[in-house]
């Protein structure tokens, strides 16, 4: 009886430290990750801001989607894009 009192004992402190560590580690990486997925995600707005400029996008004919004025193909609906 004395064994399980100690097992019954010992197991809920053995879990608590590893939930607290784990919750450390898993609450350093995530601010880690964060970080990293901020900056990455701040650097792809900055290209698409620099790729899509409003002066070189023009109507599709077809579906009326946004499309860059140099593209042939309308990139929504797949049709040829033809200016006169
Ligand atoms: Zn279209």
Do not use: Q, Y
């Amino acid at each position: 009886m004395s064994e399980t009192e100690v097992k019954e004992k010992e197991k809920p402190v053995k879990l608590e430290k590893v939930a607290e560590d784990t919750g450390e580690l898993v609450g350093k990486g995530l601010r880690k990750a964060w970080s990293v997925t901020k900056s990455f995600g701040k650097g792809l707005v900055d290209t698409i801001d620099k790729k899509e400029e409003p002066k070189d996008n023009k109507a599709c004919p077809h579906c009326s989607a946004s499309v860059s004025s140099d593209s042939n193909f309308c990139a929504s609906c797949g049709k040829k894009l033809v200016e006169k």
